[in-house]
């Protein structure tokens, strides 16, 4: 470059966050603001800068994939054990005359109540489902 020895001064107004950072991370290194945003900018504009964004921005898409993928695995057993539960219960509960199931729908307040108690205690504590059910579900001929 030919201008090499002759710097230009440049303006820059920055967020007092970054202005924050800016000055903190120069006097850790020791070196002039100047000269970390001079090679900040230089970084940035940079045709491996681009490169290197990108590959962060893929593996970023990467995890994200993942956790979709963990949380797609995670609706399907909450989905399949409601319909488990769904089909015990109607096959094994029979209908209960009026009297018994007025008394029957009390019970089944207090019940619920306890219920979610349980299932808040659950997961403030774990373990999850998730890691209770194998992935490696070996099919019955059955």
Do not use: C, H
């Not at 230009?8 to 202005?19: A, G, I, M, Q, R």
């Not at 207090?110 to 997961?123: N, P, Q, S």
């Amino acid at each position: 470059m030919a201008n090499r020895g002759k710097k230009k001064k440049l303006t820059v107004y920055l967020d007092p966050d970054v202005e924050k950072a800016l000055t903190e991370f120069a006097a850790r290194r020791a070196q002039s603001q100047s000269m970390i945003g001079e090679a900040a900018i230089a970084s940035f504009l940079s045709p491996d800068d681009a490169e290197r964004r990108e590959a962060i921005v893929a593996k970023r898409l990467d995890q994200i994939d993942r956790r979709i993928t963990r949380m797609e695995r995670d609706v399907g057993i909450a989905v399949e054990s409601l319909a488990v539960f769904i089909r015990f219960w109607i096959n094994t509960t029979p209908a209960l005359p009026e009297p018994a199931a007025q008394a029957a729908r009390a019970k089944a307040n207090e019940r619920y109540e306890a219920f979610i108690t349980a299932l808040g205690r659950r997961l403030a504590q774990g373990p999850k489902l998730r890691q209770e059910v194998s992935e490696d579900v070996v099919q019955s001929d059955g």
